[in-house]
């Protein structure tokens, strides 16, 4: 049904839609947070990065309103933040 691979540890919690939102699958990550009602928008990977970080890095204009609308926690700072 979906095209990605879910990586899970006990170390990181990686989930599915973070692994859509480093390779830009927008619709993935789109039915990922419709599925979940928003509850994985704040999944992160091993470096702490949400969908917005990458959305962001990508300057995905589209990916970035779509966590907004779900209600991603935009102070989430990733592991190698300086702040």
């Not at 839609?17 to 830009?24: E, H, I, P, R, S």
């Not at 999944?43 to 995905?60: Q, S």
């Not at 209600?71 to 190698?80: E, K, L, R």
Request: glycine residues 4%.
């Amino acid at each position: 049904m979906f095209d990605y691979v879910i990586h899970m540890n006990e170390s990181h919690h990686v989930s599915s839609v973070v692994d859509a939102a480093k390779l830009q699958r927008f619709e993935t990550v789109h039915l990922l947070l419709l599925e979940t009602n928003g509850g994985c928008v704040n999944d992160y990977d091993e470096k702490g990065r949400t969908i917005l970080h990458f959305a962001a890095i990508e300057k995905n204009h589209e990916m970035v309103a779509l966590a907004i609308q779900f209600g991603v926690d935009s102070y989430i700072q990733d592991y190698c933040s300086t702040n």
